[in-house]
């Protein structure tokens, strides 16, 4: 393999904790919520899934259906769909719905793994191109430049950019063109078989990896370093 392409969220990065983003996000605000508020929130959002990149979540709402099979297609599903999701929560505030989507595109959102600096550093010491295709709804390159590792990243290819998502294998052929790399030489990195599987179309390898919290996976993208040249 001559050239990587990872995907973002579970893989290189991972989002902050559901209690985590509803506390970041009232932080933010002037509404203020007794600890007790501020617990039982959190467990319903937990509950419902409604934290973008936590996961999906187990029931998605009737209503929600088609936009949430085509969200990462454009930045407007992708917000419809995951406001949609946390409007199944009864907030003491309807205004923090959209406020919580905000924060979640916030860089102090997201925390790399431990190992994606080093591995990322690796890759560009070895002259190896990188790319990071991601299913999403927004410019997630501030992230990348807040915690250092924007360097390290030859092209971005992002479905909302492109209005179109994986397992789509033209998202892969962009990123694979826009690398110069050879798709049949390229190993896709990431953590959802169905969408990153999609890279194997092309006749791309594909590594799959945990999407677990940053704590719990300290290594896991370390074994990239023993798949390319």
Known sequence: MTAVLFDFSGTLFRVESTDSWLRGTL??????????????????????????GGGDPARVPEELADAWRIRDQSAELHR???????????????????????R?????????????????????????PVGVVSNIGWDLRPVFRTHGLDPYIDVYVLSYEHGIQKPDPRLFAAACEALGAD???TLMV???????????????????????????RPDGLRPVLDLVS
């Open 27 to 52: 932080a933010g605000t002037a509404i203020r919520l007794a600890e007790a508020e501020v617990a039982a929130a959190a467990r319903a959002l937990e509950a419902a899934g409604a934290l973008p």
């Open 80 to 102: 419809a769909a995951y406001t949609g999701v946390s409007r199944q929560v009864t907030l003491p505030d309807p205004t923090l719905h959209d406020a919580l989507y905000d």
């Open 104 to 128: 979640h595109m916030h860089p102090d959102a997201w925390a790399p793994y431990p190992d994606a600096v080093e591995v990322l550093r690796t890759l560009r010491e070895r002259g190896i």
């Open 183 to 185: 798709p049949r030489r």
């Open 190 to 216: 990431g953590d959802d078989r169905r969408a990153d599987g999609g890279a194997t179309a092309l006749g791309c390898g594909v590594h799959f990896v945990d999407h677990l919290p940053v704590t719990d």
